[in-house]
């Protein structure tokens, strides 16, 4: 069955410090895969996507994202995380032989100062 | 463009009564989608729709309907509210089929059934 798997519940970073978010994907055909970010009291908004070329894929705020066909994982990553960072991040796949995306349970991330 | 907003913000419904959650959309997208977010699981497709006059079944449609007479609007019928429906839903849009194009959210309606 096709399921996407966000193995982090919760991750607190200090602000400053890198960060990586994982992302893991059981997806039978070519994936497209997606990053959202939820900030508190908003919607969903794209960060990144992936869906052919080159495997690292740069996003909106700083964020970037790595397609790992070996290892089905697209883990998405940023140098230095500020205040502003903390959000829910959702992680999404489809294909085109889907007419929905299969979604992550998403990753709140905790900045502590 | 205000984008894609939704109301109410919140709502607490008894067990057995409904509601109407209103989705609107500025865009001129072709495509809409209501989902439910539970927490710890990942968004789950309610319905959704490909334009003005057409919708379908998501994943989780069963206590739901849904129309689409204007290409702007896509509301959400809760017929009979059931504690199960407590959740956040979220509508979204996008402007054609293809699933590389990116969605564009709502802020969320919170719903609370008791």
């Known amino acids: 069955a096709q399921s996407v798997t966000q193995p982090d519940i919760h991750i607190t970073v200090s602000e400053g410090a890198s960060l990586e978010l994982r992302c893991n994907y059981s997806?039978?055909?070519?994936?497209?895969l997606f990053w959202y970010v939820q900030s508190p009291g908003q919607g969903l908004q794209l960060l990144l996507k992936y869906f052919s070329g080159d495997t690292l894929v740069q996003g909106i705020k700083g964020f970037e994202a790595e397609f790992k066909r070996s290892q089905s994982s697209f883990n998405l990553r940023k140098p230095s995380v500020h205040w502003s960072d903390a959000a829910e991040y959702f992680c999404?796949?489809?294909?085109?032989?889907?007419?929905?995306?299969?979604w992550g349970a998403g990753t709140k991330l905790i900045i502590k100062p | 463009n205000a984008g894609v907003t939704q109301t109410p913000k919140f709502r607490i419904l008894k067990i057995g009564q409904s509601m109407t959650l209103q989705c609107t959309q500025d865009m001129n997208h072709n495509y809409m989608y209501w989902y439910r977010q539970d927490p710890g699981m990942g968004l789950k497709l309610i319905y959704y729709s490909v334009g003005a006059g057409i919708t379908d079944k998501g994943e989780v449609p069963n206590g739901y309907n849904v129309s689409r007479s204007t290409t702007e609007d896509f509301p959400l019928r809760l017929e009979l509210a059931a504690p199960s429906q407590t959740s956040v839903y979220f509508c979204?849009?996008?402007?054609?089929?293809?699933?590389?194009?990116?969605?564009?959210f709502g802020p969320g309606t919170r719903l609370l059934v008791l």
């Open positions: 979204a849009s996008k402007t054609g089929g293809a699933i590389q194009e990116t969605q564009y």
């Open positions: 999404a796949v489809g294909a085109d032989s889907n007419y929905q995306l299969i």
């Open positions: 997806y039978g055909a070519t994936p497209y």
